[in-house]
């Protein structure tokens, strides 16, 4: 299993060196990121300024993992590989995390990204005084963000076309995971759902990694984004073989 995952991310490394279509999101956080900061420092909350960083680029590493899991499956189908695959012994769950996982780390870059346009543009710059709690919550969030986009992978496979799903569920996550806006903003009757969200736990202990006061409960707080990535992990493939199942057998894998 092992060998198969880090096979299936060395081939969509490849992919991506061919095709940089995958990340195209990382062309469009300097916007994001220019906008946010000309909001906040406009209403005169430019101590808000690493949040408006952050919040940009957890942004675009959602975009990426949720076009990825839909792009991969859509373009096996179209290009007439996914009942080849899916027809292999080797288990495709196993490949498809790979693939996803490979494209999800490379968008972290977006976090660097959104901190030097900060810079360049805005003249801002800002410590970090947790630098090691930062790494490690990046790492646990591409685990759940990985974990996450999985889910999506029988949805895609069910339906005509993946950008559906990946047009309506991309603001609400942004929403509810408290990306740019804080979790405590939103309405009371919201706020439930947004803890159902691991996006919500990182986008929190991400801004609390930039201040100065030493973040509360931080290993519970990495342990729920862990633990929701593992939730989100296990939907994922419960959800697959029971898709994978039904399309095999009434033969509609190359179609919806």
């Not at 691991?198 to 633990?227: H, K, M, T, Y």
Request: glycine share 8%; charged share 10%.
């Amino acid at each position: 299993m092992i060998g198969l995952f880090l096979a299936a991310m060395r081939f969509q490394a490849q992919v991506v060196r061919r095709e940089p279509d995958y990340l195209m999101s990382l062309v469009t956080i300097p916007l994001l990121t220019v906008a946010f900061l000309a909001i906040m420092g406009n209403a005169g909350r430019a101590d808000l300024a690493p949040y408006a960083v952050v919040g940009a680029a957890l942004m675009t590493i959602w975009a990426t993992a949720l076009f990825v899991s839909g792009e991969l499956i859509d373009a096996d189908r179209w290009e007439g590989t996914l009942e080849g695959v899916l027809a292999a012994p080797a288990p495709y769950q196993v490949a498809y995390l790979g693939r996803i996982a490979t494209v999800t780390v490379i968008s972290f870059l977006g976090l660097v990204e959104s901190a030097l346009i900060a810079w360049l543009v805005f003249g801002v710059t800002f410590p970090v005084p947790h630098a090691g709690l930062l790494v490690l919550t990046l790492a646990c969030t591409a685990f759940s963000m990985v974990g996450t986009a999985s889910i999506m992978a029988p949805l895609f496979v069910l339906a005509r076309s993946a950008r559906i799903f990946q047009n309506s569920l991309s603001y609400p996550f942004y929403l509810l995971g408290g990306t740019v806006v804080p979790v405590v903003l939103l309405p009371e009757w919201l706020r439930p759902v947004s803890k159902a969200i691991f996006l919500s736990w990182a986008s929190d202990l991400l801004r609390d990694c930039l201040r100065a006061e030493e973040p509360v409960a931080a290993p519970a707080r990495l342990g729920v984004i862990v633990g929701l990535g593992v939730l989100g992990f296990g939907i994922g493939h419960l959800l697959t073989r029971a898709v994978f199942k039904r399309v095999r057998e009434n033969g509609s894998v190359g179609f919806a």
